[in-house]
């Protein structure tokens, strides 16, 4: 493969959508200076090859297209990919969330009739960051019940 940084870049992004920061990383991994690389990513930023706010925005609508999932899981997951908290933010935002219509979404995977169910389900509401307004909800249900 060519050492030329462009051309590493877009064979790269030829595969699949990078962000900003996973170019870099890569670029950088290959050994291309910073100059190199920050000229390289503003060319691939001018062609329109790396947008992190429209490549988060489109990661965004398919994660609320995929299935029942929480905030913090989608934050977390954007996160990893190298998108900033800024980014994120602006993705999330792009789109409409009925966060108690996704957990009454996932508590159909849960026997809520099972107090320990019914925890299990609260405690992944938490782990993926659903707002504590809609936890409290399911947290009256499961006391409800005791």
Known sequence: MSSDPHALALTWLAGRRLTRRELEDRLKRRGISDVQCEETLARMSELGLVDDDRYAIELVAEAAEHGPQGPGKIWARLLRRGFSAETVARAMQSQEWDWLTIARQLAERYDMTDQISKRRFIGRLAREG????????????????D
């Open 130 to 145: 659903f707002p504590g307004q809609v936890i409290c909800r399911f947290t009256d249900l499961a006391d409800a019940g």
